[in-house]
């Protein structure tokens, strides 16, 4: 794609997201990943993940009025999941403008689910550093809009990492930190070596997976074994 084509297809985005950006190479970062150079879009995910968890439990806390704190967590968690993002992001037309490394393009990276989430979740960072929270918390609410929300998706199975938030918080413990430890193989076969962390309890546990959220939920699952063994 020539550079004249390229600005066409972000101008585009903006429309879509309907936020025109002040610092524009935001967005270029955003879709840029770890295995195109070294200005990836890690650290804005990193950022929009934590203004997406935000910004749908303020939905969730207004539109499920009667629900219970755990009920919502798992709602929320159904909400944020990699398929409902990745579902998102394809909505978005975010698989062709994503810069990939040689090899990550050749093997279908455009499409891969987890990279796709990953970019959502770091334009709606993007969005936050270029404009603050209002505009990015907006974004998210659109992006949201026609998503189903029920109080039914509570009952859905629990994935480890709100398995072990509800098995904290029940106990009055805080919640557990998570590092990513390591990672191996090429940039587009990578896989991550994520820890666990409960502080007050000084225990660690490690998880491996082909993404950061698959090694989060491989890390809380084995937290959660060690903690049903040993408290």
């Known amino acids: 794609m020539d550079v004249k084509s390229q600005a066409l297809f972000y101008e585009a985005l903006e429309r879509r997201l309907e936020h025109s950006f002040t610092h524009p190479e935001l967005i270029v970062q955003a879709l840029t990943h770890r295995s195109h150079g070294a200005n990836h879009n890690e650290r804005l995910e990193f950022l929009g993940d934590s203004v997406l968890n935000l910004a749908v439990s303020q939905m969730l806390f207004k539109a499920l009025a009667n629900l219970p704190e755990g009920d919502l967590s798992r709602v929320r968690a159904n909400l944020v999941k990699q398929d409902t993002l990745h579902k998102l ?3 978005l ?14 093997s279908g990276g455009q499409k891969r689910p987890s990279i796709l989430a990953d970019a959502l979740e770091a334009v709606i960072g993007a969005v936050f550093v270029d404009a603050g929270y209002a505009p990015a918390e907006a974004l998210v609410f659109r992006l949201f809009d026609q998503v189903s929300i029920n109080p039914a998706m509570s009952a859905a199975a629990k994935d ?8 904290l918080q029940a ?46 939920q491989a890390a809380a699952k084995a937290m959660l074994d060690w903690l049903r063994e040993n408290k």
């Open 93 to 106: 037309g975010l698989s062709g403008l994503i810069k990939l490394g040689e090899g990550e393009l050749k």
């Open 89 to 91: 992001a394809l909505d």
């Open 171 to 216: 106990r009055r413990l805080k919640l557990p930190i998570y590092r990513v430890a390591g990672t191996t193989g090429a940039a587009h076969q990578q896989t991550f070596d994520v820890e666990c962390e409960v502080v007050e309890l000084n225990v660690s546990q490690r998880g491996i997976g082909e993404s950061k959220r698959a090694g989060e």
């Open 160 to 167: 480890p990492k709100t398995e072990l938030q509800e098995w």
